[in-house]
């Protein structure tokens, strides 16, 4: 019984640690908060980006008064990375920020940032959980994503400062 439990727990650390391989990707970020910042990952339903994943993170110097000055909107582009990974063992990692959608003409304004996830505020499959009620991220709240269709939304008090459905259908 006892080699039997070692090696169904060997066989799911090579299963968790494969998954987590194969999701190695570009998995872009809305940024967003000031006294403490926040990152959205972009999700799609799709493999590798089907995570609603969000992080409490900071930025170095160059990072920090980067964003400072930026505009209201903004995203950051990480190395490729595993999504999985950060969730489960957050780490830092290098990312470029843009002053707008990195995708959609956004400027960039910072290269080589090294960002410190604090901490996972939140995370889940798209299409695994049920739906519940929005996710309290500090002063904001985002869209809890279930299923496709569907859109991921960033609201602070009454303002909606994200929202993105194309991307999501």
Not at 22 to 50: A, E, Q
């Amino acid at each position: 019984m006892k080699t039997l439990l070692i090696t169904f727990l060997l066989l799911s650390q090579t299963v968790s640690a494969s998954h987590a391989h194969n999701d190695v990707s570009i998995h872009g970020m809305f940024v967003f908060g000031r006294s403490t910042i926040y990152l959205n990952h972009l999700p799609m339903f799709m493999p590798k980006h089907d995570q609603q994943a969000i992080f409490e993170a900071t930025f170095d110097e160059r990072g920090s008064e980067a964003y400072a000055k930026a505009g209201a909107f903004v995203t950051l582009v990480p190395e490729p990375m595993s999504l999985l990974e950060l969730i489960h063992a957050p780490h830092d990692f290098y990312a470029d920020l843009y002053d707008g959608h990195f995708e959609r003409g956004g400027t960039k304004i910072a290269a080589h940032v090294l960002v410190h996830v604090v901490t996972v505020v939140h995370a889940h499959r798209i299409g695994a959980a049920s739906p519940q009620a929005d996710i309290e991220v500090g002063e904001c709240r985002a869209h809890f994503i279930t299923k496709a269709p569907d859109f991921d939304e960033i609201t602070c008090g009454e303002v909606k400062i994200y929202r993105e459905d194309t991307d999501l259908q």
